[in-house]
């Protein structure tokens, strides 16, 4: 079966500091990954998407950058973090051109102090 | 751009009552429309989902009916539990894309 790993699950980080998460897809090939944000108590915001290796798609024009180094692995970054980067991240995958179930891992959330 | 609108962004029922949220879409392409739950702290879980060929989906206590013609769908909840409160989010797809366009929210609440 499938299975979805994200971490870190929580983190704590100053503002100006680096950031990775990072999420991994096991049990399918070729997954198309998603990276969500969402502020507390609000809706889930889409990042980005990729569809294949080195494929990036962004919706939103910010200080965040993802990448898909490897088939079933999806980095998030950051090379200095500002305070409205605070949130829940959720990295989620689907199987087919958004006709079928997408499916989140547990979650990273991050607080910038 | 496309977006889905969500009705009502909460919603407080007495346990046993039904419970009803609805969701307007604009991409009158999309068709497959899921419904989440995500509990406080926790990942968004699929609790039901319907396919544009059908008008509606049951799965024990919840549904999901779909209008086509008017571009929405909603979710049913029969004999509300206390564990049943949570926040629901309903979906689109954005045709041709591999997008999916979450609303805002719905926070329910039943009340013991």
């Known amino acids: 079966s499938q299975t979805i790993h994200q971490w870190p699950a929580t983190l704590v980080q100053p503002v100006g500091s680096p950031l990775s998460l990072e999420c991994t897809v096991e049990?399918?090939?070729?997954?198309?990954l998603y990276w969500y944000r969402q502020a507390a108590g609000r809706g889930l915001q889409l990042l980005f998407y990729?569809?294949?290796?080195?494929?990036i798609s962004s919706e939103v024009p910010q200080n965040l950058s993802a990448s898909r180094p490897q088939d079933r692995q999806f980095i998030l970054s950051s090379k200095k973090l500002l305070l409205s980067d605070s949130g829940f991240y959720l990295c989620?995958?689907?199987?087919?051109?958004?006709?079928?179930?997408?499916?989140f891992g547990e979650g990273s959330r991050l607080t910038v102090l | 751009g496309e977006n889905v609108e969500q009705h009502p962004s909460t919603l407080s029922v007495q346990e046993g009552d039904s419970a009803v949220i609805k969701c307007t879409y604009s991409?009158?392409?999309?068709?497959?429309f899921p419904w989440y739950k995500q509990e406080l702290g926790k990942r968004p879980q699929l609790i039901i989902d319907?396919?544009?060929?059908?008008g509606e989906k049951k799965d024990q206590r919840i549904a999901v009916t779909l209008n086509k013609t008017a571009k929405h769908f909603s979710l049913h909840i029969t004999e509300t539990q206390p564990e049943d409160s949570a926040v629901y989010f309903c979906?689109?797809?954005?045709?041709?894309?591999?997008?999916?366009?979450f609303g805002t929210g719905t926070r329910l609440k039943v009340l013991a």
């Open positions: 989620a995958w689907s199987g087919q051109l958004n006709t079928g179930e997408l499916f």
């Open positions: 049990g399918t090939s070729n997954p198309n």
């Open positions: 990729s569809v294949g290796i080195g494929q």
């Open positions: 991409d009158s392409a999309s068709n497959y």
């Open positions: 319907i396919r544009s060929n059908v």
């Open positions: 979906a689109a797809p954005i045709s041709g894309t591999y997008k999916y366009i």
